[in-house]
Structures are given as C-alpha cells and as structure tokens.
C-alpha cells in the first residue's frame, strides 16, 4: 500500500525567508504531483514531476524529484503573504488506472 | 470553461438519509474520481472510474456507491447516511496520460 508523508504539517515563516516542504512515499512511481489549496477552497495544480531529476519552478515556488530516494521538495524563496495555503503532494500509484494518493498536506503561514 | 463542476456545493442530511452527488467535466477527459477531505487526513480516494460504463473503488469505498453511464458525468450515492460520512467530497477528472488532475469546488456534507 502506497504512503505519502509530508513533512513539516504546519510551517509558520515570516516573509523573505526560504523553506522546504518535504514528501515521501513508500512504493516505486514515476510521477508526483503537487496541489496548492486555499480555505475553503479547492486543489489548484501547482507542479507535475514526471521523472527522476525533475525540477520545475514557478515564481518563488521549485519543485524537484529523487525517485530513487522517493522523496520530493517543495522549495520557497523569500516567502510573501500569498504564498500562504495548504500545500499538498500526490503520488500517482499505477495500475490499471491512475489513481492519486495524497499526503496529509502543509499549512503554510507566512506573516508579516 | 467550466471545467469540472459538483453539484450540490453543501448539503445537510439526517443519519439514513439517502442523496446523490454529481460531478460533470467539460473537458472530455476520461478519468474521474471521488475524493473526500477530512482535517488532517488529506485527501483521500472513494471511488474512481477510467471511462464510460467503468468503475472501481478506491482506498475507502465502503457506504458509497458510484455510477459513470456518462463519459462527462460520475455520480457518487450514498444510500444510508452516517455521521461519518461528514466531509468535503471533492470530484476530479484527468487525461488518459495522468497529465494532471481537475479538481471541482467541492460539496460539503453534514450528516447528523
């Protein structure tokens, strides 16, 4: 059974600080993705990592890929306000269909 | 574009209770799913289904019920409500290639 733990769970930063979100999972996969989502609302798709090695960025957000390790980062440079939210990654478990496994997610708390 | 779209956004039901939820996408895409959401437990797969007339259940499925006679449309029953069926049901859709998944808006449900 596929297990995606995030780490931290909460993260409260002040901003133009750096951190890193942290996601492993437990079982081989070639894709994992990453979902912003705001109170109340729903998941909006930040990042898909579709290989080893894979890194991608947005704005103040990087995303990158060890799938020996089984492990992805969720970078943020010099944090601001907006940036805060629920910050989720899914593992996609292949098999007769693609079927997204979710880690317990990150609430991010950027103050002033 | 409409996108992928959950009807009803909230609802209320006493314990027995039966009621359906819809998912519609626009976007002709041929997976779907069900999720809910509960507080720190991310998100988690009810039921899914990877084209017209197929379905399959997901890592919780038990007190739910699933139908897909539409390629856009999947329908999510629950025949006898239990107050542990409170949650945030979020419906999504993706491509064949597991590019990304859409996520609706959710629907709110309190069984009490």
């Known amino acids: 059974e596929l297990k995606v733990e995030q780490n931290p769970l909460f993260l409260s930063m002040q901003e133009g600080k750096n951190y890193t979100i942290y996601c492993n999972y437990s079982t081989t ?11 109340g609302k729903s998941l909006e798709s930040l990042f ?4 080893n090695g894979a ?43 693609s079927k997204l496994t979710f880690g317990t997610g ?7 | 574009n409409a ?9 209320v039901l ?36 990877v084209g017209e007339g197929t379905t399959a259940k997901g890592e919780v499925p038990d007190g739910y019920n699933v139908s897909r006679l539409k390629k856009q449309n999947f329908l999510l029953g629950l025949e006898s409500a239990a107050p542990s069926q409170t949650s945030v049901y979020f419906c ?14 959710g629907t709110r449900l309190t069984v009490v």
Request: glycine content about 6%; proline content about 2%; hydrophobic content about 35%.
């Open chain 1, 106 to 112: 990150t609430r991010l708390q950027v103050t002033l």
């Open chain 1, 48 to 51: 898909v990592l579709l290989s």
């Open chain 2, 3 to 11: 996108g992928v779209t959950q009807t009803p956004k909230f609802r």
């Open chain 1, 29 to 39: 996969s070639d894709r994992l993705y990453w979902y912003r989502q705001d109170p």
């Open chain 2, 14 to 49: 006493k314990t027995g209770q039966s009621m359906t939820l819809l998912c519609a996408q626009d976007m002709n895409h041929e997976y779907m799913y069900w999720y809910r959401q509960d507080p720190g437990m991310g998100l988690r797969l009810i039921h899914y289904s």
């Open chain 1, 55 to 97: 890194v991608k960025q947005e704005g103040r957000l990087m995303a990158s890929l060890d799938t020996k390790a089984r492990l992805s980062t969720l970078h943020i440079t010099a944090a601001v306000h907006d940036l805060s939210a629920t910050y989720f990654c899914a593992v996609d478990s292949t098999g007769t269909a």
């Open chain 2, 92 to 105: 999504a859709s993706s491509y064949w290639d597991r590019s990304e998944a859409f996520f609706g808006q």
